[in-house]
């Protein structure tokens, strides 16, 4: 989204960004949806975000890279100095390709990996070819999710069910199992959780019950990982203007979306990218198992 410099140096965060209504969009025959396509275009950080060397030398691999948070986080981590690899799905090969230009840009590598995590072997081929590129995984960043929303527990079928769980659960533990032999000590896995695990929504119940199982799976997972030198933590955010919103949720819904959250409006991803950069950093080196909410004053019990 192109911001104007007035827009970018406002201090009150409910006039930062747009708010809602925004225009109707339904991007439900597209999932998981592109980032071009929406309106607004989300702010991923490109004409703000300002690096400061804090992952010079590191490796990331982000799933669910090619747009929304994950090129946010994608585009801040180049700028502090990261190789990024890039997984996402085949269907989302525009958004990625700009994705690996904005890594590019800040003179990193950029290694891109489509296919589909709910499989394990492919969640084997993305930490594989990253050690082939690079050598070694510095961070990982566990951020693709399938999202869709349903009338109520009558409409949830067992293929939702399955592709839910495998996208957002199954492939944590896969990814994880393939990365840490190859992770040294310093490394940081970063779980990406959601409000939703705190304040279900029954219209999102299969995507909110992983969520509940990510917070979890990372609170486990990092009384564990402190042995080898690894942390793992998880960001939880509110409602962020992302390709899921429009792909998963009907056109009335979407044009209001965010629009009871405290700030007034959704978060942009840019907003996210700063959570992710302190976790994935030595900055937060005693903050292990943790679970840091990015909500716009939805408060996390």
């Known amino acids: 989204m192109s911001m104007t410099e007035d827009q970018h140096t406002r201090q009150d965060p409910k006039e930062q960004y747009p708010q809602p209504e925004y225009p109707e969009q339904d991007q439900r025959d597209k999932h998981p949806g592109l980032e071009g396509e929406m309106q607004p275009e989300p702010d991923y950080g490109y004409d703000t975000y300002r690096g400061l060397g804090r992952l010079e030398g590191k490796v990331a691999v982000i799933t669910g890279a090619d747009s929304g948070i994950g090129r946010a986080v994608a585009l801040a981590f180049a700028r502090e100095g990261a190789d990024v690899m890039i997984s996402y799905l085949p269907e989302e090969e525009p958004d990625a390709r700009q994705t690996a230009q904005v890594v590019e840009e800040a003179g990193k590598r950029a290694i891109k990996m489509p296919g589909d995590i709910s499989e394990e072997a492919h969640c084997q081929a993305v930490i594989q070819k990253a050690i082939d590129e690079f050598g070694k995984i510095d961070v990982l960043v566990n951020n693709a999710a399938h999202q869709m929303t349903v009338d109520g527990i009558a409409d949830v079928s067992t293929e939702l069910l399955d592709r839910t769980f495998k996208t957002n659960i199954y492939a944590m533990f896969w990814l994880v199992k393939a990365a840490l032999p190859h992770m040294p000590e310093g490394g940081s896995i970063i779980n990406v959780a959601s409000i939703q695990a705190y304040q279900p929504s029954p219209t999102l119940l299969p995507y909110s019950s992983t969520k509940g ?77 943790e679970t840091l909410g990015v909500t716009g004053g939805q408060p996390l019990p």
Do not use: C, H
């Open 213 to 289: 199982a990510i917070i979890t799976f990372t609170k486990g997972l990092a009384q564990e990982v402190i042995q080898y030198g690894l942390r793992a933590n998880s960001v939880a955010p509110g409602p962020v203007w992302t390709p899921i919103i429009p792909a998963s949720m009907p056109g009335d819904t979407v044009s209001q979306f965010g629009g009871t959250n405290p700030v007034g409006r959704p978060a942009q991803p840019a907003e996210l990218a700063p959570a992710f950069v302190f976790l994935a950093s030595q900055e937060s080196s005693f903050v292990n198992g």
